[in-house]
């Protein structure tokens, strides 16, 4: 499956700011979700992953937060650098095979 | 670890031309392997599932003819883009999915391949 959008919504933020990124799902049978980071031209980088288990989950500087009841995924920076500007997606795996579902991405802007 | 590699960076051929990109896994073993193309500002589509040893799973409207994937090692997908046309011009990107001793069913994506077909 895939999630297609012409324009990204973009998320601009001072830096040093704390940074949340939204993102919304459709299968609530989905029981992993990853966070991904694509900077322009490459490919996208895991950053973190929680499972339909866990409400939150804690990295280096960022945070996910999964919310079944509404079906809402966020992705929380802190103190948020220039090299955090990228376009990040979210992504569910609720079938078989491991097979993930993209959302639409939000691009991040990280104004010095 | 989980790192993936795909080669090449960048394509630019001519109409009728195929080509080939190559998605390796360098320190992990995957026995699945996905292959995505991504148009500009638009999210990651999933084109097909490459199994080690077995075909590919397509997704619908992605051709098997013109789109031709092996998995031929544990470490290495590669997918073939036969008599590219411009419409083919895209971000391929791959990835792997991790076993054991990394994130178990986490997805590690190579750096992409640039296709311009002129």
């Known amino acids: 499956g895939e999630s297609v959008g012409l324009h990204l919504p973009t998320l601009s933020v001072q830096e040093g700011d704390n940074s949340i990124i939204n993102c919304a799902y459709s299968n609530s049978a989905s029981d992993y979700f990853i966070w991904y980071k694509q900077e322009s031209g490459k490919g996208p980088q895991f950053i973190i992953d929680?499972?339909?288990?866990?409400d939150k989950r804690q990295g280096q500087r960022v945070t996910v937060l999964l919310n079944k009841t509404v079906k809402h995924l966020s992705l929380q920076i802190a103190a948020t650098q220039p090299g955090d500007s990228a376009v990040y997606f979210c992504?569910?795996?609720?079938?078989?095979?491991?097979?993930?579902?993209f959302g639409g991405g939000t691009r991040l802007m990280v104004k010095p | 670890g989980a790192v993936v590699s795909q080669h090449p960076s960048w394509v630019i051929c001519k109409s009728g031309t195929s080509v080939k990109i190559e998605c390796r896994s360098l320190?992990?073993?995957?026995?699945?392997m996905f292959w995505y193309r991504q148009f500009p500002k638009q999210s990651l589509m999933l084109m097909a599932t490459?199994?080690?040893?077995?075909?590919?799973?397509?997704e619908q409207g992605v051709e098997k003819d013109k789109f031709l994937i092996n998995h031929a090692s544990l470490t290495l997908s590669t997918l073939t883009v036969t008599s590219a046309h411009p419409e083919d011009s895209s971000f391929y990107i791959c990835s792997a999915l991790g076993g054991q001793g990394i994130v178990l069913g986490t997805q590690y994506f190579g750096p992409g391949t640039r296709l311009l077909v002129l």
């Open positions: 320190d992990f073993q995957a026995t699945t």
């Open positions: 490459s199994n080690e040893g077995s075909k590919a799973t397509y």
């Open positions: 992504a569910e795996n609720g079938s078989a095979g491991n097979m993930l579902t």
């Open positions: 929680i499972r339909s288990n866990m």
